[in-house]
């Protein structure tokens, strides 16, 4: 009978490693949780700068607080250098550094030239 049965300390190695694999499951789960968190953020505060903006192009008053509130929050060069129509006297903004072309491969399963 003995043989047909799994010891105790069987049954805690079998234990301990499904612990281990659902701990990272939802180690898993989570960091991909974050991940849309984060998007979903972003997307959000995009469309709602595309809308403060379609706003403040109608709207004068709108634009002069909106005009307020960034000159009081924004004080990095970088931040201001990329809101010059807020910043006229910061810096104007870097243009990000040019990717190398990309090489062709040649297909899977060609040989190569």
């Not at 984060?38 to 997307?43: E, I, P, S, V």
């Not at 008053?61 to 201001?80: G, N, Q, T, W, Y």
């Amino acid at each position: 009978m003995n043989g047909l049965r799994k010891t105790l300390h069987e049954r805690i190695a079998e234990e301990k490693k499904r612990q281990e694999q659902s701990r990272l499951a939802l180690a898993d789960l989570q960091a991909r949780a974050r991940i849309l968190d984060r998007k979903l953020d972003t997307r959000r505060k995009v469309i709602l700068g595309a809308a403060v903006q379609a706003h403040a192009r109608l709207n004068a008053r709108f634009r002069e607080e909106l005009r307020k509130a960034v000159l009081a929050a924004i004080s990095r060069p970088h931040d201001m250098a990329v809101l010059p129509e807020f910043f006229p006297e910061a810096p104007e903004a870097p243009a990000p550094p040019e990717r190398p072309p990309k090489k062709e491969e040649p297909p899977s399963g060609a040989a190569p030239a």
